[in-house]
Nanobody, 121 residues
């Protein structure tokens, strides 16, 4: 089992940037597809991005396409989410999660504790 810890959240102004980190322990991230999810109060959890273990293919929700970039650094056992041009509607708790199967599956079994992102002036 892989353990995940998110960090990098905070308070930023609209148009600002944040870089979230998802650090893994207990197993190499090379064995897993890693997804980023977010959940705002009163809203359903939504997937925002994912990076494949097989070929590094990346996936983005339409709402973040062109603004967010997912990447991985296997040497540091860490996955990143670079968030640019942030909007108030990006405000949420952001989680990373791991699966061995597919970025498009439903079996993300390992989750981090989440990191709060607040976009406000």
């Amino acid at each position: 089992q892989v353990q995940l810890v998110e960090s990098g959240g905070g308070l930023v102004q609209p148009g600002g940037s944040l870089k979230l980190s998802c650090a893994a322990s207990g197993s190499t991230l090379d064995y897993y597809h890693i997804g980023w999810f977010r959940q705002a109060p009163g809203k359903a959890r939504e997937g925002v991005s994912c990076i494949s273990r097989h070929d590094g293919m990346t996936y983005y929700a339409n709402s973040v396409k062109g603004r967010f970039t997912i990447s991985r650094d296997n040497a540091k056992n860490t996955v990143y989410l670079q968030m640019n041009s942030l909007k108030p509607e990006d405000t949420a708790v952001y989680y990373c999660a791991a699966t061995r199967s597919s970025c498009t599956g439903t079996d993300f079994g390992s989750w981090g504790q989440g990191t709060q992102v607040t976009v406000s002036s």
